[in-house]
């Protein structure tokens, strides 16, 4: 499988699992400021959330690069990660762009190739 068909997935992936992992960690959050029940929710979503939220982050300066996004879509990708939830939004409106998809980025690539000789 070509990368950058890999990294689409993979993105796409870590867009889902980064806004569910919100969620687990805003559930754990409730038990543990809220209802002041248990902190074992925040400390098994935490983590977790951590990591997908560098995968995501990682996965999209990769797409910035083999995509070739414009600055401003690399911005709102990284922005995305900070609110809960807007990761999903992002990917769905970067689908519906034509961002996420290999040959709309092959095609960019073509067209550029012969301005660069």
């Known amino acids: 499988m070509p990368l950058r068909t890999t990294v689409i997935r993979a993105f796409r992936i870590l867009a889902v699992a980064e806004a569910c992992s919100w969620a ?3 559930a754990g959050m409730y038990f543990k400021w809220i209802a002041g029940t ?4 925040v400390q ?4 977790v959330h951590g990591a997908l939220f560098i995968g995501y982050g990682v996965a999209a300066l990769m797409l910035w690069r083999v995509q070739r996004w414009p600055f401003r879509v690399a911005v709102l990708a990284g922005v995305s990660a900070v609110f809960p939830f807007a990761t999903l939004l992002f990917e769905r409106w970067a689908g519906r762009r034509g961002y996420l998809s ?16």
Do not use: K, W
């Not at 098994?44 to 983590?47: E, K, L, R």
């Not at 073509?110 to 660069?116: C, D, I, M, N």
């Open 24 to 26: 687990a960690l805003l």
């Open 38 to 41: 248990t902190e074992v929710g």
């Open 44 to 47: 098994v979503a935490g983590p």
């Open 102 to 117: 290999a040959a709309a980025a092959a095609e960019a690539a073509l067209v550029l190739e012969p301005s660069r000789a």
